[in-house]
């Protein structure tokens, strides 16, 4: 799955969870989960990207 796609899959993930919380909570514990879902996806967005870097540095020197 490549970085863009996993990403757009980790954001609907997300936005899931989000409207099935709006259905079940109030407003500012809704608010709470979404910032959490957010911090997550840039967490993950960050770890792909030094991921991939590693990748490519390790690619330059093992080939």
Avoid: C, F, P
Avoid at 3 to 19: C, I, S
Avoid at 21 to 40: D, F, P, V
């Amino acid at each position: 799955m490549s970085n863009t796609n996993k990403y757009q899959y980790d954001k609907a993930n997300a936005d899931h969870h989000a409207n099935q919380l709006n259905r079940n909570k109030g407003t500012s514990e809704l608010i709470r989960e979404i910032a959490k879902a957010q911090e997550i996806l840039i967490s993950k967005k960050k770890l792909t990207s030094i991921n991939d870097r590693l990748l490519y540095l390790s690619n330059g020197v093992l080939w």
